[in-house]
């Protein structure tokens, strides 16, 4: 991993390089970059999200769930992308 991919925009990077990793097959790594993202998934509901992703492939399910709410209060009225739970507009 090159070791200044993060300097400018740490959620938007590691969000879609943590997922790409966990379709990969690459958990170990994928975990990593969300340890990264760590400090941010308080307030960034892109690392929450994350976060949910990996501990769902993890299979740590209580993580997971925890971490999926923690994204979904941070999104408010926005949809996360791949959220199961999310409502359809017609």
């Known amino acids: 991993m090159a070791g200044n991919i993060f300097t400018q925009h740490p959620t938007e990077v590691g969000e879609s390089y943590a997922a790409a ?3 990969a097959g690459q958990v170990d ?3 990593a970059v969300a340890g990264r993202l760590a400090p941010w998934s308080a307030r960034d509901m892109r690392a929450a999200a994350t976060q949910a992703l990996v501990y769902g492939a993890l299979h740590r399910d209580n993580a997971a ?3 999926l709410a923690q994204a ?3 999104a408010g009225e926005r949809v996360l992308p791949g959220d199961p739970s999310a409502a359809k507009v017609r």
């Open 21 to 23: 990793l966990v379709e």
């Open 29 to 31: 790594q994928a975990s």
């Open 65 to 67: 769930r925890d971490a």
């Open 72 to 74: 979904r209060s941070l």
